[in-house]
């Protein structure tokens, strides 16, 4: 295959202090004899690499790690000062770095697919050639006459979307699109994606996502402070991407020290008043429940939103080693867990992985699970995150498997007054801890290829009841 | 497979090392015409859409700014020049056409940072719509007024007015120029946006639009040429009003200005060009 894009010990730095000095302050700068900004900042240090036409590389990394300083390069946007990036001449490049960037609000649909095509360097027959398809790929056709500031966010971004991937470019720049966005209008992106890339196209994809690099690249590029810190397959990339961040492992040993807790210590400790009351008697229930529900020891199970392992150290103790893997967003909490609760029990932590991130994006999370244990959870997350959990989630369970999601129910959608529970405490529609109604959740399960079941009671201390999640098989 | 081997500099575009030569950069301007043709279509259609009077609306603004003036000039100042409102009319436009071009250009680059940070194209589109959407708002204006002021002062078609079109080039010449720096000049100095305003007011009293370049002593009048725009002003004068053939002098002048400033706009801005996302 014939190289793209060559980068030889490409670097990139930054004045520090980036802003328009006026004139007055320049001449101050040489009254006072300082150059405007010695600092500087580098974005991209001594990066090499070589990608050839047909690949689809993602290039990864946390926030201020280069890696959308890169793609503008790649771009032509930036530029390098220092080392050489080769691009060859005869492509045909599209970005998608900000979606519906060069539309006008007072133009009209139409106008505006003109405009942002030939703002892409198409000729006007170019552009007439390719119009009806953008417009059908859109499924705007219909509002293409209106001005697209009576368009929805959504329908611009669809705009945006149709005109890029019309543009049928040799080389696609992409910066994280799919971030916003419904379902369906995302499944479409990825299923262009997939075709562009069965085209032998060639395309650089800046993502925070895991589970979109995952679908849509072979290769990844994870960046740390503007190095290359991995250069290999997507899968590999990913789980270097993971220990750079956004959902970091817990390393077990450290947090494993030699103080031993005492039971006194846990009672009244800050971990435990988060959680709520009825530590031991919640944590036993969970796995009891689980096991009337056919667990077996031998079974993957992943606990998102562990917290400090109230219910971990039960399936710790049951399951066979390294077949419990806890997520949530507050590292403290799972290492109050692993610290304190884990010995306190008198299980060894290290049976299980630990994940500390959000649990809208599992990418990171390595392996398929056959239970997955939402508990305490969705009750404090506002309803658009409650569905990317779910969805994130059932991407995850094997073909047989189940994920119980635990949540306080209300009979419909606008139960608007709060609902006792026992504690005695309240659920809210508006605020936390929230309560949803079956059909909503369900609604959302679907929506992300699962089916969902509604449980009766079954006998949770905080009152909440049970939904049960299977995944649609696929028939292929 | 080495990078010292694959990359044959006729097939790999170096992103590292690049300023844009004055050739390529023409280039761009010539690939990009959709995109420029697109911008000025999107500039007229904006300005009139939803109003009733539409085009007429850019009437309004010279034939005010006529009535104004010549009101001022014949009954205050009490200027007895004959078929003053024609004198006025033929510089006037031209000055305006420069004057809101100079004034547009100023911030169109610094106002489209949105764009120009996520899509690479040649940035001299941004200035060269400005110029070339006022050049159709001066045309269409001039096209439809001119006809208007001859017939009411009796003129008929001369042959000096076949000038027109030649000191029409030189001047978009000049103006593009002069848009190109201030549009790169405004990105690096904000300062630039009020200077430009203040100069344009000192510029129009030292630009012969309402007076005469022939009325102005002698000694003075090397000062006044050192406006870019007086060479202009003084040939529409020649052409319209006096139906003469501008003289070698003029010609020299508008000549001069119009080339090194559009040579010396453009060399600058391509020189900058490329930094220009990264400053916004």
């Known amino acids: ?476 | 497979m080495s990078p010292e081997t694959t990359a044959d500099p006729a097939l790999f575009e170096d992103r590292a090392a690049a300023v844009v030569p004055l050739g390529l950069g023409l280039a761009g301007l010539l690939r990009y015409r959709e995109l420029i043709r697109n911008l000025v279509l999107k500039d007229l259609k904006l300005k009139y859409r939803g109003s009733a009077l539409g085009f007429l609306w850019s009437l309004a603004n010279p034939l005010a700014m006529l009535v104004v003036y010549s009101v001022a000039f014949t009954y205050i100042i009490d200027i007895r020049r004959p078929r003053f409102v024609l004198f006025l009319f033929v510089g006037l436009l031209a000055w305006t056409f420069f004057a809101s071009t100079i004034s547009m250009a100023t911030t169109t680059i610094a106002e489209a940072g949105g764009l120009l940070k996520s899509v690479r194209f040649p940035r001299t589109v941004m200035p060269m719509a400005t110029v070339l959407f006022n050049l159709a708002q001066y045309l269409m204006t001039f096209a439809v007024l001119l006809p208007v002021m001859l017939f009411v002062y009796g003129v008929g078609p001369a042959a000096p007015m076949l000038a027109y079109p030649m000191v029409l080039l030189l001047l978009v010449l000049l103006t593009s120029g002069l848009a190109l720096i201030v549009a790169t000049a405004n990105v690096y100095y904000r300062d630039v946006k009020h200077l430009v305003e203040v100069g344009l007011q000192v510029l129009f009293w030292a630009t012969p639009v309402v007076y005469d370049l022939n009325d102005v002593p002698a000694r003075l009048r090397p000062l006044i040429l050192w406006s870019p725009m007086s060479p202009f002003v003084s040939a529409l004068h020649d052409i319209f009003y006096r139906q003469a053939w501008p003289g070698p002098a003029i010609w020299t002048t508008a000549a001069v200005w119009s080339v090194v400033v559009f040579l010396g706009g453009l060399l600058v801005f391509l020189r900058f060009e490329d930094r220009l996302a990264e400053q916004l």
């Open chain 1, 1 to 476: 295959m014939r190289p793209i894009v060559i980068a030889q010990d490409l670097s990139k730095t930054f004045p520090l202090h980036h802003r328009v000095l006026s004139v007055k302050e320049r001449l101050m700068n040489v009254v006072r004899g300082r150059r405007g900004s010695d600092e500087q900042f580098d974005a991209i240090s001594h990066v090499n690499f070589e990608v050839a036409e047909g690949e689809s590389v993602a290039l990864v990394g946390r926030n201020g790690s280069g890696k959308s300083t890169l793609l503008k390069m790649i771009a032509g946007i930036h530029h390098a000062t220092g080392g050489k990036l080769l691009v060859r001449r005869d492509l045909r490049i599209a970005t998608m770095i900000e979606l519906g960037v060069g539309f006008h609000p007072d133009l009209s649909g139409r106008e505006n697919v003109f405009l942002n095509a030939a703002i892409h360097g198409l000729s006007r027959e170019q552009i007439d050639a390719i119009y009806p398809r953008v417009a059908a790929y859109s499924e705007l056709e219909p509002f293409m006459d209106n001005p697209i500031k009576t368009y929805s966010s959504g329908m611009v971004m669809r705009l945006g979307f149709a005109v890029s991937i019309n543009l049928d470019p040799d080389l696609f720049l992409l910066d994280e699109i799919f971030a916003v966005g419904d379902e369906a209008f995302q499944q479409k992106c990825l299923q262009s994606m997939r075709e562009f890339k069965e085209r032998g196209r060639t395309m650089f994809f800046v993502s925070h996502s895991a589970e979109a690099v995952r679908q849509m690249c072979e290769r990844a590029i994870v960046l740390d402070h503007g190095r290359v810190r991995f250069d290999g397959d997507a899968l590999s990339g990913i789980r270097e991407y993971r220990r750079v961040l956004t959902m970091s492992p817990l390393a077990v040993d450290s947090a494993r020290d030699a103080v031993r807790p005492t039971a006194a210590d846990a009672e009244h400790s800050l971990h435990r008043r988060i959680v709520g009351y009825k530590w031991e008697e919640a944590g036993t229930r969970h796995l009891e429940f689980l096991r009337e529900h056919g667990l077996r020891p031998t079974d993957h199970v992943l606990d998102v939103g562990c917290g400090p392992l109230r219910t971990g150290v039960k399936l710790l103790a049951y399951l066979e080693p390294n077949h419990y893997s806890g997520v949530d967003v507050d590292g403290s909490m799972i290492e109050a867990g692993v610290r304190i609760e884990a010995p306190l029990a008198g299980v060894d932590p290290g049976r299980g992985q630990y994940y500390i991130g959000n649990a809208t994006d599992l990418g990171a999370v390595e392996g398929q699970f056959d239970v997955i244990w939402i508990n305490g959870l969705i009750q404090d997350l506002p309803h658009e995150q409650t569905a990317l959990v779910l969805a994130s989630a059932i991407r995850r369970l094997t073909p047989g498997g189940r994920m119980f999601v635990a949540y306080f129910d209300a009979p419909d959608f606008f139960s608007l007054d709060p609902i006792e529970r026992p504690g005695p405490c309240f659920s809210y529609f508006d605020r936390v801890p929230r309560h949803f109604d079956f059909a909503t959740l369900a609604g959302y399960v679907a929506a992300a290829g699962g089916c969902a079941e509604r449980l009766g009671e079954w006998g949770d201390p905080h009152g909440q009841a049970m939904m049960v999640v299977t995944p649609v098989q696929k028939v292929s």
